[in-house]
């Protein structure tokens, strides 16, 4: 009953229409009621929320939709919307229900009667509609009372209902048992119902080359469920028969966690996963086939529990080798030095892969050998700059570390060094090395110090270090020295000449250069003067900086000297007598060929 409407005296109803009784009074006239049940035809927007949703409810018991549409557009809640969806579809009135759903944004369920909304078949229709509220076994009888009875297969199907799907299969589609079977197997393997999984997956079996994946499929189901049921040989058999590597791996999984190490192994291989193979063969300490795996194993790991066993077993070759494969370069040195008395392979790869800890091991190993020198070399190398240089001083082996250290060290380091040095009078090491710590004075003063044998490098040193210290004091010191002021014997024009280029003053080093230019030619070292000017030439023009005229006019002597012999030589006699005749006009500048 949607409402009752209480007539008042002596009115007698006459037409009922839209809710409006018309009424004959007892003067004989004629008045209108309005039923309560349709007191929802009063505007919307009139009427208070918690009124409008009884009329929303009376608009659905009288299937009044359109006025249950606007009502729900002025209340505007979820669920009023959703029960006017629900009240929609059990009346069939897809178009409406598609509406509402679109308007709550539910676009499954749009989708989902935009697919049924041609559907002519009553029944068909009402089972899609019970199937969308979830009544399945109604929406089953509905099914199966249609045109179209497999839909009610189908939906079982969908909803993983296997023992109902299967007993629609039997009667609607025979053909579709294997493949439902195959579906619920798996479902049952997943849940742990390994005894029925079997069963359903041996009926799954088609036999049909057509469907061939299928009883692949189920061939390995029946071998995974065999071995978890015990029947391991048949689980093994056909697994090993089977071309998938998949299920080889599946099956050895399985036996392994079942502590069935041999076949786990075999099954492992034969995938080609061989990693797993040795790992499982390495439980069993099957160490003969962990080694014909090694070269496919890629694991780290695995090669360090193969190194081991051989170690403990005394086989240090083959122990080093699975060591370096496993990239344990510290274990691979501890075994050659310890073992195999090998240190030439130890330096190799210490030297390869610059291991400190392998290089400690080396040094150790030479100072037991009282062989200092490359211990010191490996300390160094291994980052124990203090203790190499502790032993380099015990051992009057500091050349040699000074030598090995090169310039990876401190300046606290090169002090230290030259302080040494210092001490043992060995002034030109003394220098270098206080150079290198940033001490430029004693580095000069050191250098000037050094034997007539040692004067050349020492000079070159002394130049780079004042070049470095760019201090006035030091570079007129080191002038000095040059010039013969301090000894009275005058250097070599040409380290004045590098110390102008060491502090980039470039127009003194070229007025040097043309002395030495000078002093060449008149040597007859015409090569040598070409090449001091040429070098000159291109610094001055890099720098921009103008280049004096009488350099240029040398140069262009001593270019036109060398190129007479390089024009002859091509057989161009022309170009070289014209070069000829310019040197001609200027043998004075040649004294050599007077």
């Known amino acids: 009953m949607t409402g009752t409407t209480k007539l008042p005296f002596a009115h007698f109803p006459l037409i009922l229409h839209n809710g409006e009784l018309t009424c004959q009074t007892q003067s004989g006239k004629t008045t209108n009621v309005r039923l309560t049940s349709h007191s929802f035809l009063e505007k919307p927007q009139d009427v208070a929320v918690s009124e409008l949703v009884t009329s929303f409810k009376q608009c659905l018991a009288l299937k009044r939709f359109n006025e249950a549409w606007a009502i729900c557009r002025v209340v505007d809640k979820k669920d009023i919307w959703m029960e006017l969806a629900k009240s929609a579809l059990e009346h069939l009135e897809i178009g409406l229900a598609i509406k509402v759903f679109r308007k709550m944004e539910d676009v499954a369920m749009v989708l989902s009667l935009d697919e049924i909304q041609d559907v002519e078949d009553k029944n068909l229709l009402s089972g899609y509609i019970a199937m969308f509220m979830e009544n399945y076994n109604l929406a089953q009888e509905l099914f199966m009372a249609s045109t179209n009875p497999s839909a009610a297969l189908e939906m079982r199907r969908d909803l993983l209902n296997w023992d109902q799907a299967l007993e629609l299969a039997k009667s609607l589609a025979p053909d579709q048992i294997p493949f439902i079977s195959r579906e619920y197997a798996q479902q049952l393997e997943f849940t742990g119902d390994y005894g029925n999984a079997l069963l ?6 088609t036999k ?3 469907e061939q994946d299928h009883d692949d499929a189920c061939l390995g189901g029946v071998a995974r469920m065999s071995i978890r049921m015990g029947d391991i040989r048949r689980g093994v058999g056909l697994a090993t028969n089977s071309s998938s590597r998949q299920l080889k791996k599946e099956c050895a999984s399985i036996l392994e966690n079942i502590k069935q190490y041999g076949e786990s192994a075999v099954l492992y291989e034969k995938a080609e996963y061989w990693d797993k193979a040795a790992a499982v063969y390495i439980k069993t300490k099957n160490w003969n086939k962990v080694g014909s795996l090694l070269p496919h194993v890629s694991s780290p790991k695995l090669h360090i529990q193969y190194a081991k066993a051989k170690e403990a077993d005394g086989r240090y070759k083959e122990a080093a080798k699975a060591y370096e494969a496993a990239k344990d370069y510290d274990n691979v040195i501890r075994i050659y030095l310890d073992y195999l008395q090998n240190p030439e392979e130890a ?8 291991s400190v800890e392998g290089a400690k091991m080396v040094a150790k190993f030479f100072q037991n050998l009282g062989d200092f020198s490359s211990a010191i070399q490996f300390l160094v190398l291994s980052k124990c700059n203090d203790e190499a240089f502790q032993m380099a001083q015990a051992h009057n082996q500091m050349e040699q570390y000074a030598e090995i250290i090169g310039d990876d060290c401190t300046p606290d380091d090169y002090s230290s060094m030259a302080l040494h040095f210092e001490q043992k009078k060995q002034h030109f090491l003394a220098g270098k090395f206080f150079s290198k710590a940033g001490q430029y004075n004693k580095a000069l003063k050191h250098l000037l110090k050094c034997p007539s044998s040692e004067e050349s490098q020492a000079i070159e040193l002394a130049i780079e270090t004042v070049g470095l210290a760019k201090d006035d004091a030091l ?7 040059l010039m013969g002021e301090v000894d009275g014997i005058p250097k070599d024009a040409k380290y004045v000449f590098r110390i102008y280029m060491a502090l980039q003053q470039y127009r003194e080093a070229a007025k040097t250069a043309i002395i030495i ?11 040598n003067a070409h090449d001091v000017l040429f070098g000159m030439y291109q610094e001055l023009l890099q720098h921009k900086i103008k280049i004096p005229t009488e350099m240029k006019q040398n140069l262009m002597i001593l270019h036109s000297y060398i190129l ?15 070069m000829l005749i310019r040197v001609s006009n200027n043998i004075s500048k040649f004294p050599a060929r007077k």
């Open 200 to 205: 359903h997956y041996e009926k799954g079996i």
């Open 208 to 210: 049909l080359p057509e």
């Open 347 to 354: 330096v190799r790869v210490v030297k390869e892969t610059q």
């Open 475 to 481: 570079t007129h010191q080191l002038i000095d020295y």
């Open 517 to 527: 230019a000078r002093e060449d030619q008149s040597a007859g070292n015409y090569r």
């Open 564 to 578: 007479v012999k390089v024009h002859v030589k091509r057989g161009d006699h022309l170009k070289g007598a014209r």
